[in-house]
């Protein structure tokens, strides 16, 4: 999952007056300068939308990807899954300073100094079982990504490792895990049958998926790579490794829609959406607040979560204006950088003029 995307471009800035920004020309420059094999991209700005598919949608047979193509959303999963837990905690059946061992007895070592809130906003001090070779979706594992992992597995290595005992936030993939065991326990159900009764069918997301052990995507999608230094196609994988941290399949319009009514307040309330955006000092060019990334543009705000597995990243941000940007992009030889990826975002949220 991208950990630490981005420190913040400093640009002069222009008023946006209303237009949808046209970000074609920045997808292709993206795609010729090698920082992805396609890229698909959805601007809204209240009840208009343009949406943008660049590139090619197999490097070997070409075609042109779908702006209505399927992605792995990475760890967008956990804005989901925090959704989740925050209505539970509007229904009474658990408080955000509760502790972990109260609903998980014996689950997590330290678990009783350990708070849900501290789980949400990674500020446990849990270590990151993706830390270890072997257990990362960002990197190639040839034969063993077909490989199907259970959450207590993924426990296992986290709690067989400790982190620095620096006070700083860190980040942990091992977070989310305990967090869809939480879910598990409290409804008794399966999280992901949690995510599609609460959130994707009230919203009618029908092409967002908790796909479990299965190792491909609905079509259409464009193909995920990595350079090994070659290109090497890298879409089918077994996302359990990632389970309630990042496993998740989506689209643009169905991001859009999922972050819009977040953020509008049509699935928590009010208490919990401001809970979620009380963010933490991170280090790593945002705040983070409860499964929820803050990013500070120079024209304000705007509200989401980044994601990476092998061959996608994603980029879902809002504003409170109403404003959005849903970007997925299957990397080539490099991964874009920062200012390509910014820089898109200050010109749809700052005006094109930024």
Excluded at 85 to 108: A, I, T
Excluded at 223 to 252: C, F, H, Q
Excluded at 318 to 338: F, K, Q, W
Aim: aromatic fraction near 8%; charge should be positive.
């Amino acid at each position: 999952m991208m950990q630490t995307m981005m420190n913040v471009l400093v640009a002069a800035v222009v008023a946006a007056g209303g237009q949808v920004v046209d970000v074609r020309p920045d997808l292709e420059k993206i795609v010729t300068a090698g920082g992805a094999t396609a890229a698909l991209a959805r601007i809204s700005d209240g009840g208009r939308a343009r949406s943008y598919a660049v590139g090619v949608r197999d490097v070997e047979r070409g075609g042109r990807p779908s702006p209505n193509g399927y992605f792995r959303i990475g760890s967008v999963t956990k804005t989901f899954v925090a959704t989740v837990v925050l209505q539970l905690v509007d229904e009474g059946e658990v408080r955000l300073d509760d502790p972990v061992e109260r609903h998980l007895p014996g689950l997590v070592p330290g678990g009783e100094k350990i708070t849900v809130r501290a789980l949400l906003n990674h500020t446990s001090h849990l270590y990151d079982y993706m830390s270890e070779p072997g257990y990362s979706t960002n990197r190639w594992r040839g034969d063993a990504r077909f490989r199907s992992y259970r959450p207590r597995e993924l426990l296992k290595v986290a709690f067989a490792g400790k982190l620095p005992d620096d006070g700083k936030w860190h980040y942990s993939n091992t977070n989310y895990v305990v967090l869809g065991l939480l879910v598990e326990k409290l409804t008794g159900n399966p999280y992901g049958e949690e995510v599609r009764r609460r959130i994707l069918r009230p919203l009618g997301l029908r092409h967002t998926v908790v796909p479990g052990d299965r190792a491909g995507l609905p079509s259409p999608h464009a193909k995920g790579y990595e350079p090994l230094p070659g290109l090497v196609d890298a879409t089918r994988m077994n996302p359990s490794l990632d389970w309630a941290a990042g496993e998740m399949i989506s689209t643009a319009a169905d991001l859009e829609r999922f972050m819009s009514a977040l953020l509008g307040g049509e699935l928590i309330s009010t208490a919990s959406l401001r809970a979620m955006r009380t963010t933490v000092e991170t280090g790593a060019g945002f705040g983070y607040g409860l499964g929820l990334q803050a990013y500070a543009l120079p024209c304000g705000t705007v509200w989401g979560h980044s994601g990476e597995l092998i061959g996608y990243l994603t980029f879902a941000f809002r504003s409170d204006s109403g404003r959005s940007m849903t970007l997925s992009i299957n990397p080539s030889v490099r991964n874009p950088s920062t200012a390509e990826v910014m820089g898109i975002a200050v010109r749809v949220f700052c005006g094109p003029a930024a």
